[in-house]
């Protein structure tokens, strides 16, 4: 499977997304977390992510975030700014992913992966973040003085700029964050509770998007996508697709790039850094 086949963007995506994922599945990230002053799982998550934007007021966390209820995100934001700096909370996630992508880099692979992490950073460097706040949060972040370091920070970029584009996608078609995680389970590609329970939903909330996706045309009683709700996800998922075309194009050796990315995404995910299934719908390389 090379960049030239049939969505080539939605290949890139899955060769460097489980690099940056790590972030979210191995322990490491909350231990760090907690050795700075930030204790609780999901405080490490909201304060890492979102530490690029400075001290921002949860509703625009909530609304570059997308995807969660705003009880959740309100929950730890700001409050972990009042145990944790912006700054201390890039750091504890610069020195966990070097940890991590330290432990499972092949000794042999390091100047593939260096030449790897140029070519990446060459397609950052040319992408455009107009209307891409969280992607240019990141992309201000100041570069590490380590490879695995600037590795995982050109993968974050890439994977938020590509999810930033995916909110467009998405609310253009007129789906909320909620509805779209809602056909996302109804193509049958994660399951409710997994998405419920990671996402701060309320069964109230829950019951009221499914209801309004049932009455549009979306979602068929047995809570499974129509034939409409199936070509609006289609349509989400190319558009996301399409938007993302520069960081292919800006690629350089953008076949060789992705199969070095793929093997050490591949060496996360067969190490169990990166669990199957999953609330952020990462594939398997």
């Known amino acids: 499977m090379t960049l030239s086949d049939v969505n080539p963007e939605r290949i890139l995506w899955r060769a460097y997304e489980p690099i940056h994922a790590i972030c979210y599945f191995d322990p490491l990230f909350a231990t760090v977390m907690a050795e700075s002053g930030l204790t609780g799982w999901w405080n490490g998550y909201f304060a890492g992510r979102a530490a690029p934007l400075g001290a921002t007021p949860p509703e625009v966390v909530s609304a570059l975030f997308y995807g969660f209820a705003p009880a959740m995100v309100a929950r730890a934001i700001p409050k972990v700014w009042t145990r944790i700096t912006p700054r201390g909370a890039l750091d504890a996630r610069f020195d966990a992913a070097e940890r991590v992508l330290g432990e ?78 809602m056909t996302h389970i109804a193509g049958g590609h994660v399951d409710r509770t997994l998405i419920q329970d990671n996402r701060g939903w309320t069964d109230h909330q829950w019951d009221s998007a499914r209801r309004s996706l049932e009455d549009i045309g979306i979602l068929s009683r047995d809570g499974t996508l129509t034939d409409g709700g199936a070509a609006l996800r289609e349509q989400v998922e190319a558009t996301t697709d399409r938007l993302a075309t520069s960081s292919v194009r800006s690629l350089p050796d953008s076949d060789w790039t992705v199969r070095v990315l793929r093997s050490l995404s591949r060496a996360l995910v067969d190490r169990g850094v990166i669990p199957f299934p999953n609330p952020i719908g990462v594939p398997r390389p």
Do not use: F, I, K
Request: proline share 1%; aromatic share 2%; hydrophobic share 45%.
């Open 104 to 181: 499972h880099a092949s000794a042999g692979s390091t100047d593939d992966l260096r030449r790897a992490t140029d070519n990446l950073e060459h397609a950052v460097d040319a992408l455009s973040h107009d209307g891409r706040a969280l992607a240019a949060a990141w992309s201000s972040v100041a570069r590490p003085a380590s490879m695995l370091g600037r590795l995982w920070l050109a993968t974050t970029v890439l994977r938020e700029h590509r999810g930033d584009g995916h909110v467009v996608a998405a609310t253009a078609a007129g789906l909320t964050g909620l509805q779209a995680s």
